[in-house]
């Protein structure tokens, strides 16, 4: 499946998770076409704009939506501190074999109850 193709699919299933199901009012909301969103179901081009616009308006991820990364409702996850952020990043540096150890060592820590 292209990366268009599979961008098109995931805006399809954004919009009918939301039950929006006139492509003329989502049009209208977003101030363009109903032939332009018909397009980006399609796989058709996609400004940035538009996909930002989209992407509130569906109250989806953006990163989702165009690359198909994290989840749908990725972008509510605010869990994530800025140290944790750190700490993913810091342990990126690492070889697969040392990130492989660290996990192994996480997952032996008991969650606190």
Request: aromatic share 2%; charged share 25%.
């Amino acid at each position: 499946m292209s990366r268009d193709h599979a961008r098109g699919k995931r805006i399809r299933e954004a919009i009918a998770q939301k039950n929006v199901t006139k492509n003329q009012a989502l049009a209208a909301e977003l101030d363009v076409s109903a032939a332009a969103v018909s397009r980006w179901q399609s796989g058709g081009h996609l400004s940035l704009e538009s996909a930002c616009a989209l992407a509130e308006r569906l109250d989806v991820s953006l990163d989702w939506l165009l690359l198909g990364r994290g989840t749908i409702d990725w972008h509510r996850d605010d869990a994530l501190s800025p140290s944790e952020l750190q700490h993913v990043m810091t342990l990126r540096k690492h070889t697969q074999s040392v990130r492989a150890l660290i996990v192994n060592l996480l997952e032996e820590i008991p969650a606190r109850p």
